[in-house]
DNA sequence: TGTTAGCACTCTCGCGTTGAGAGTGCTAGT
DNA sequence: ACTAGCACTCTCAACGCGAGAGTGCTAACA
């Protein structure tokens, strides 16, 4: 294993060459010969030359063959390099931007729908597959809450999120409560618990049964109990895969094998949401690439993912999976704008109003 | 093509034969061999009579071999006659009962939920692709409709149906309407339209905005306006499908491409409505096989499907799709009596009030 | 006449071989 | 420092071959 400082070791003709082989194997999928750099080469070298480049940086750990007198492939350290200081982001389209845009406006939609719609349109705009990492509802501010009495002892509770999130929730309660009597609970609930976690209103909650327990009237009592079932709502996450079937075209999943590996990978929410959550560190768009992670490397597959939210606040990871070989410099600003979108969209959902300054 | 009034040319041996070639088939997924059925067979006949009467069975078009000297496969005429008078249902074990009772039970969770579960239920317990057909929520009957507000001239609307279907939907209002009226004209539209299908109420809205137009009073306007917005929601059934990956270790999709087939047919969820939309005749379950859909006919896949519904009334379909060869006798009876059970746990979500006998 | 044993025939499948092609590494020459 | 040339290695597709499985047919048998 060859370490970082190596870097400095390329000279401008290596880094050229290098970055060639990255290209064009990104564009072909297969292992590219010195040949082939050296036809369609800017730098008018031969063949011979380039070889000798090409296995001093197999040495210093940016290629691999594999297997003898095959061409060379790019390792995770040859990406790594590539992403980070040899090529140019080519912006969204406008074409695409515009078309993000328009399928992905706040206000229209509540935000289960955003997450879909996100999901789709990663997938669709680079031909991998998109995955959004929803935040846990705990996380989430209260923006209302409503219950609607459904029969009998059964009542409807709709939280509803300031970002634009909505839980339904059937819960049953001990006697049969008058439908006046619950819009005065919603109102009460919504206007002394709004804009706060969902997950500090359980504990206030908590406290208040123990605290007040005594002096508790019956409205209170009632209230209390709605409101404990109600916001007792998800801790984990979601997920939301699109377009897995896209993979099914490239040619590194010719292998039935590997298909099958690939789809228990994605079966496995949990594991999908710890990946994806290592991206949530430093606000921008992060790649994990082989290495990083079981996921990645037994697949040869790479996450480009970013987070989003609301002001200062994260809510969740968005980004794409796909075979290392993908096209870096369009698909990192795609995330990246899509991350910059949905912030965008939840924070309109629900505007008109200031988020709890 | 040999036409149905063959079947009576089968002797009871020919008939013996026949299952045993299918009931192999079905555990193997090879073709079975002369040999094989002499052996294990009960009757005891030689490998060369048995050749004998299986050449008979091709003839009339019952079996089929893949290329001269392979064994014999079942044909889709095979499995139907198979299917109709030839196999003994077993009865969906009490163990299998209990879980999908458990896991099924009305009352605990939205319509939605069960949907998933209800799928993900078909698919574990037959180790198939399970699928469920949601009604359109315009084919729903409305038990309730509640508007809360959410910020300035956004209203979220939340409109229930008896089955226990959730729908929400964030409108935009014209001018800001106050919390108070949002409740009275909640009421109002849940007593005065409760009981109708989403469909009917849209129609009665629309007669209603024209006919009254002139002595309309303000209350009235709003709550005609907030209604027409809010009771336009989906006309498409949706589709919900689950463990597509189970199939991936069948023996049949061990080439890439039928892989490939396979996810792309159940990516169009509408042609899947619609082929199981098919079976919604006749009440109980239906299978269709081979031939009868493009689908099935392509991948040599079969579809075993029945309605559920409240009452009378059908609300969707639901059932399981996997290779031709499949084990008929469990799978049958899983599908009918989780057709039953779904449709028990609907009727019961909100049940205390009868349905508008 | 129905059943069986035997046998020749056909087809698939796995395996080793072979030859072409692609690509490399090395060395000698410029 | 670069390049041309050449021998070497490895893959891949094609081919042939033999084993195995299964059939169809025919002749014998009850």
């Keep these: 294993m060859v370490d970082a ?25 297969e292992p590219v010969s010195s040949r082939s750099v050296a036809k369609h080469g800017k730098l008018g070298l031969s063949a011979a030359t380039i070889r000798n480049v090409m296995a001093d940086l197999e040495e210093w750990g940016y290629l691999m063959q594999p297997h ?3 061409g060379r492939v790019p390792t995770a350290l040859a990406y790594h390099l590539f992403i980070g200081s040899m090529m ?13 845009q328009e399928n992905l406006k706040g206000g229209s939609s509540d935000a289960d729908q955003l997450m879909g719609t996100a999901s789709h349109l990663l997938s669709e705009l680079s031909s991998q597959v998109g995955i959004v990492v929803t935040p846990a509802m705990g996380e989430t ?3 209302a809450v409503d219950f609607i009495p459904v029969s009998g002892r059964k009542v409807l509770c709709v ?21 006046e009597e619950l819009v005065r609970i919603s109102n009460y609930l919504t206007e002394n618990f709004g804009g706060q976690t969902l997950r500090q209103i359980r504990e206030r909650l908590l406290r208040m049964m123990v605290e007040e327990k005594a002096q508790m009237d019956r409205f209170l009592a009632r209230t209390l109990e709605l409101a404990k079932s109600g916001f007792s709502v998800g801790e984990t996450p979601g997920v939301v895969v699109d377009g897995t079937s ?10 039935v094998q590997r298909v099958r590996r690939m789809f228990e990978a994605f079966a496995d929410k949990a594991r999908l949401v710890k990946i994806l959550n290592l991206c949530i560190q430093g606000g921008g768009v992060r790649v994990l690439i082989g290495e990083d992670s079981d ?19 994260p809510l969740g990871t968005l980004g794409i999976v796909g ?12 995330v990246n704008f899509l991350g910059e979108t949905l912030s965008r969209a939840l924070a309109d959902t629900f505007s008109g109003e200031p988020e709890r300054k």
Tied chains: 1, 2.
Aim: charged share 30%; hydrophobic share 40%.
């Design 5 to 29: 400082k190596d870097h400095g070791r390329l000279t401008a003709r290596d880094r050229e060459i290098l970055k060639d082989v990255i290209l064009t194997y990104i564009l072909s999928a």
């Design 68 to 70: 003898t007198s095959a």
């Design 88 to 100: 140019e982001m080519r912006a969204v389209p406008a074409r695409e931007r515009r078309y993000i």
């Design 141 to 143: 501010v209260l923006k």
């Design 159 to 179: 939280v509803v999120s300031s970002t634009g999130f909505i839980d339904n929730k059937v819960i049953e309660t001990d006697e049969e409560v008058p439908r």
């Design 246 to 255: 896209m993979l099914l075209a490239k040619p590194e999943l010719s292998d």
């Design 295 to 313: 996921l990645t490397s037994e697949l040869d597959f790479s996450v480009v993912a970013t987070p989003y939210g609301v002001g200062d606040q």
């Design 323 to 334: 075979p290392s070989r993908m096209d870096y410099e369009s698909v990192i600003p795609l």
